[in-house]
């Protein structure tokens, strides 16, 4: 495997490949990140990893400085799961002197995470088109994970008609349910158990409707006392269409119920597909 820093070298890496994947991610590697990089080997000929801390889709100062980075065991990681390239930019090569151009989507980037975090989205799709066009990959791989980001990053593919398939892979969890996230290392021991009640919540939001439950009020109280039970409270529990993330008046249809917690000094965002 390769690391490379610079457009030029990713350009001349990719040069005459066959089918190009791009892993786009931020470092810290866990199975989640890993899960996507071995899609990708499985589906292309040539497999770039994206490893960028993008300091524009940070919103607080703190959480920046506190992501964690180990880019020695990322690349080691990365190689072991068959990538061929490791994209590794500076913020200077990135955001050169004299940049000025931020990709906003409209609406879908609006609610939820995009209400909580200003700016957030708007930092993810300018940093997702600029590697678009840095690395011209024909399909980029996503994690279900961050299902809003997912229909952002859709969103704009189809807007500014980019020549890029998105795939998106199912989200990776810890045996008891937690979500994989490079931000779970920063959970103490009590915090860490408590956030198992995020993914206990949603699995019965999903058991509730399965059983006939339709009034995204009513599902979104189910989740609510799961975490009331370890003393949380959300930021929002949102019960959506998985495409518009418009939220839906009745379960008719399989919704996405998606919710952030603050947990201890660490804010968890997770989602489920829920289905009548
Ligand atoms: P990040 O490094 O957190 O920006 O994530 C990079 C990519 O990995 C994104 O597409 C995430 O959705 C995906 N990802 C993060 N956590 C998981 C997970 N637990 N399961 C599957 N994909 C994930």
């Given amino acids: 495997m390769r690391i490379v820093r610079d457009v030029a070298s990713v350009r001349a890496a990719v040069a005459g490949a066959g089918r190009v994947g791009l892993v786009p991610t931020m470092g810290a590697f866990h199975e989640g990140h890993l899960s996507l990089v071995r899609a ?16 524009t889709q940070f919103n607080e100062a703190a959480d920046l400085a506190a992501y964690p980075r180990d880019e020695e065991r990322d690349a080691a990681l990365a ?3 068959g990538a061929d390239v490791l994209f590794a930019p500076t913020v200077e090569e990135v955001y050169p002197a004299g940049h000025a151009t931020t990709v906003t989507v409209a609406g879908i980037a609006d609610v939820l995470e995009g209400a909580q975090r200003p700016g957030h989205f708007a930092g993810v799709a300018t940093v997702v088109a600029k590697m678009f066009n840095m690395v011209g990959p024909d399909v980029a791989f996503f994690g279900a994970k961050d299902a809003q980001q997912v229909a952002v990053v859709r969103r704009m593919v189809a807007d500014l008609d980019l020549p890029v398939e998105i795939e998106v892979l199912p989200t990776v969890r810890e045996p008891d349910g937690l979500a994989m996230s490079s931000r779970n290392v920063r959970l103490g021991p009590d915090d860490r158990r408590r956030a198992t009640a995020l993914h206990r919540g949603l699995s019965a939001a999903r058991d509730a409707v399965a059983a006939g439950l339709r009034d995204p009020v009513a599902v979104a109280a189910v989740v609510e006392r799961t975490l009331a039970g370890e003393g949380l409270t959300a930021e929002y529990i949102a019960v959506v269409d998985p495409g518009s993330f418009a939220p839906v008046a009745s379960v008719d249809l ?3 119920v998606a919710l952030a917690v603050r947990v201890g000094p660490v804010r968890l965002i997770d989602n489920m597909v829920v289905t009548p």
């Fill in 40 to 55: 990708a080997r499985a589906a292309c000929d040539l497999v770039v990893v994206w490893l960028f801390v993008n300091p």
């Fill in 79 to 81: 190689a072991a799961c």
């Fill in 254 to 256: 399989p919704a996405l």
